[in-house]
């Protein structure tokens, strides 16, 4: 009998979106081949070949294409009307929704309610509800820097037009039916919760309710450092155990037929993904086994493959704009991997072996789509969940599941409670263990599009050969996949040309050179925030930007790191970094805090420090840098700063820190021969530096400055620009965001990271 292939359309489909995605017809290309080689060689039916190739074309118009957010007159503080229209996540420092409104011609919008207090109460925000708020749309929503999250981009992927800042709330009226089943799981949250452990409630909430809120941040790190993540969200494995239970309560102990059974489980699997955060994980699981229970009912069969694909197709008609969300990437793609090769890894070998080619399947094929949203991976992933899935699947999930069975008896409740938090603690303990001591992260950067072809392209041979049992030929591939990623990570290496990039970190400096051949990382400077009370350093900006950055461009390892002065503005990332990251040497002056690097001897035990002063010179290779100040103590920080001079790309660059006019002065009065053609503006361009005499005296033809947007300082100052946009291109973070500067040996050429025609004239004074 034949079967019509479902996957084929899914293929299809897929091929289209990736065509969108990284804007290159040959993921078109490679379908028309594939379907040519089909019917000549296979003998496949053109009719089927026509259908296939017409749901690609017709793919073209079903995928949206991220369009930009909404532009709005709205004016801060105007009155609208919402309605709300997604479930509420409530945190400790925010409410959020998705609603509607009429002021923004109905179209989807993310809210944010910000708490101010721990006495504001937000739980009046409830799903089907309107409400009458005040706030505004929010503007500063786009990536500045290469590797940062580009929040715009994801509003508009998962098809919202922007994100609305609730400043204040006046009323909500109303709610709908599903807000009833949100009030029935926080019934049954809260009433577990008054016997069970914050632990053992916060893998509840993770693990059946779809929430990871409550789940300790170092856990989740991990488990995403190790790929372990796909256990924290609810798929195949927890509808499968939900199932087994549902069918042992109430065949055996409830004595209900198979049919009433089935009628129960067909009410309850739509609305449990709803309960569990509407996760497309859950949503795949819970349509499958809804098919499977109808196709039994109804005695049509159909292979399991080809009801995958129909949900898959259901799923991606029903919300245009899912393709876009990883976790429906990687849920499919490692589901449909496993089907497509189930004579290879599912045989009738030993279990563990078994497990291994299935965690080696799954690494593989989502390997490509993890790399270009991460930059890393864990090699040694694989054998790790040998040995967690299985721990997962036979004592978490069904421990948790049973708390939750029992949990109308409290003193049933209180023991399970104590179990589970000793074992899973202890489980926790030993892979936080393995994860200092162990871990083998490879961070390679974005992978470009052609390596991804060719990666898959290799990986489907791999399985044929190896389904052919030619082991030579399986071996020679299974050295290419690793080879890709060899030669992703070798690139570098092999580029002759470098890179000078002025990070958008705000207000503060962070400057990282790569030279050519990657013969040296070295950062100036590595500015940070002040955490919210204000106690330490915080790691937003390490988190959000620094670290995203060098991920992205595969760097592991840090040369040097000079460090102007002490101020955090300057070095407020650094502890974070050298947590991360191996770094070689440290750069201060002389008169730079001995506390603060007494600290970083602390956190990372590895580095040298080394303090330079004024005509102290460093040579790496081809390149020097030559320190011109300071040459004594002068008694404060911003005075003390190093001022560095070197050459990059046959330019002459001076690096000023937070210098005054009066370190100027001194540096035109050592150096009367100082000319330069890239000046790195002192203290963000402060009317406390770059004087008249000291522009005069060094002219340089390009300025760059690092400031916050809309800072408090009023940087940079009006004066201060108009004397450099007198004979020279200036180029600002704040407008500009990260500024790139490409060089070989005697070249170079300057790009910023917002489009230069659509940011404001640097040299515009208002």
């Known amino acids: 009998m034949y079967s019509f292939p479902y996957h084929w359309l899914v293929i299809s489909y897929l091929l289209a979106f990736f065509h969108i995605s990284y804007k290159n017809p040959i993921f078109s290309i490679v379908l028309l081949f594939i379907l040519l080689v089909c019917k000549l060689k296979l003998q496949v039916k053109i009719t089927t070949c026509v259908i296939i190739f017409s749901v690609h074309l017709i793919s073209f118009l079903i995928i949206p294409h991220p369009s930009p957010l909404l532009q709005t007159d709205n004016t801060p503080n105007d009155q609208i009307e919402v309605y709300i229209q997604s479930s509420v996540v409530a945190t400790n420092h925010y409410t959020s929704f998705i609603g509607t409104s009429p002021q923004f011609n109905q179209e989807p919008i993310q809210f944010y309610h910000f708490v101010s207090s721990e006495e504001e109460e937000l739980a009046i925000y409830k799903v089907g509800a309107t409400c009458v708020l005040k706030g505004e749309i929010s503007s500063a929503l786009h990536a500045t ?29 109303g709610q709908g039916i599903v807000q009833y089943l949100f009030d029935l799981k926080g019934y049954v949250i809260n009433h577990i919760d008054r016997y069970v452990d914050d632990f053992t409630l916060a893998w509840i909430e993770a693990m059946i309710f779809g929430n990871r809120k409550y789940l300790d941040q170092e856990t989740t790190e991990v488990f995403q450092e190790w790929g372990l993540t ?63 229970i109808l196709i039994r009912k109804w005695k049509i ?80 992933s694989v054998v790790m969940n040998l040995f967690v899935i299985p721990y997962f699947s036979f004592f978490v999930l069904p421990f948790l599941l049973l708390i939750l069975f029992v949990s109308i008896s409290p003193t049933m409740l209180h023991l399970f409670s104590n179990v589970f938090h000793f074992v899973h603690e202890y489980f ?95 950062l100036i400077d590595l500015a940070g925030k002040m955490n919210y009370d204000y106690s330490r350093a915080s790691d937003k900006t390490y988190k959000q930007i620094i670290h995203p950055f060098l991920q992205s461009k595969g760097i592991t390892h840090i040369n040097g790191l000079f460090l102007s002065h002490a101020d955090l503005d300057h070095i407020g990332s650094v502890e974070y970094l050298l947590a991360d990251y191996t770094v070689d ?164 050429t300057f790009l910023t990271h917002l489009p230069y025609d659509n940011v404001n004239n640097s040299c515009y004074i208002p």
Request: charged share 15%.
């Open 230 to 292: 796909h256990l924290l969200a609810i798929s195949g494995l927890h509808i499968g155990l939900l199932l087994m239970m549902f069918y042992f309560v109430f065949l055996y102990i409830v004595k209900m037929t198979v049919e009433r059974v089935h009628f129960l489980l067909l009410c309850f699997l739509p609305i449990y993904p709803i309960i569990a955060g509407s996760q497309p994980s859950v949503w795949r699981a819970s349509i499958l086994a809804i098919l499977l």
């Open 585 to 748: 040497y440290i750069f201060t002056s002389p008169f730079f805090s001995e506390t603060i690097t007494n600290q970083y001897k602390e956190i990372n035990t590895q580095f040298k420090h080394k303090q330079m002063k004024q005509n102290d010179r460093i040579q790496i290779g081809d390149w020097s840098l030559h320190v011109l100040h300071p040459k004594m103590d002068l008694k404060e920080t911003n005075a003390n700063s190093l001022v560095m001079y070197t050459e990059l790309g046959g330019f002459k660059w001076l690096f000023t820190g937070d210098i005054t006019e009066k370190e100027e002065k001194a540096l035109i009065q050592n150096y009367p021969e100082l000319d330069i053609d890239i000046l790195k503006v002192a203290h963000h361009g402060s009317k406390t530096s770059t004087s008249t005499e000291f522009l005069q005296k060094i002219t340089p033809t390009i300025s760059l400055i690092s400031v916050g947007r809309d800072n408090r300082y009023q940087h940079p100052n009006t004066d201060v620009i108009e004397k450099l946009c007198q004979s020279s291109t200036v180029f600002r973070t704040d407008q500009h965001g990260a500024i790139y500067f490409n060089f070989t040996d005697q070249d170079g």
């Open 301 to 380: 069969r159909l292979p399991t493959i080809s009801l995958l694909s129909i949900v898959f197709l259901l799923l991606v008609c029903i919300d245009l704009y899912i393709i876009y969300q990883l976790g429906f990437q990687f849920s499919f793609f490692v589901t449909y991997a496993i089907l497509l090769s189930k004579r290879i890894v599912i045989h009738n070998e030993w279990g563990i072996f078994t497990g291994l080619k299935i965690s080696l399947l799954s690494m593989f094929i989502i390997l490509p789509i993890q790399l270009n949203a991460f930059y890393q991976f864990q090699p040694l």
């Open 428 to 522: 926790l303990t030993i892979l936080l263990f393995l994860d200092q001591h162990i871990s083998m992260i490879w961070t390679v950067g974005k992978l470009h599009t052609l390596l991804i072809i060719l990666f898959y392209s290799c990986l489907l041979l791999f399985f044929i050969y190896f389904e052919q049992k030619k082991y030579k030929k399986t071996f020679v591939l299974g050295n290419i996949l690793v080879l890709f990623l060899m030669v992703q990570g070798f690139l570098p290496y092999i580029q002759d040309k470098g890179t000078v990039t002025m990070l958008d970190i705000g207000q503060g400096d962070a400057i990282v050179i790569e030279l050519p051949y990657r013969k040296g990382v070295y």
């Open 145 to 173: 820097n290469t590797g940062e999250f580009t929040y715009d981009e994801y509003l508009s992927k998962k098809g919202l037009a922007g994100q609305y800042n609730i400043e204040e709330l006046l009323h909500c009226e």
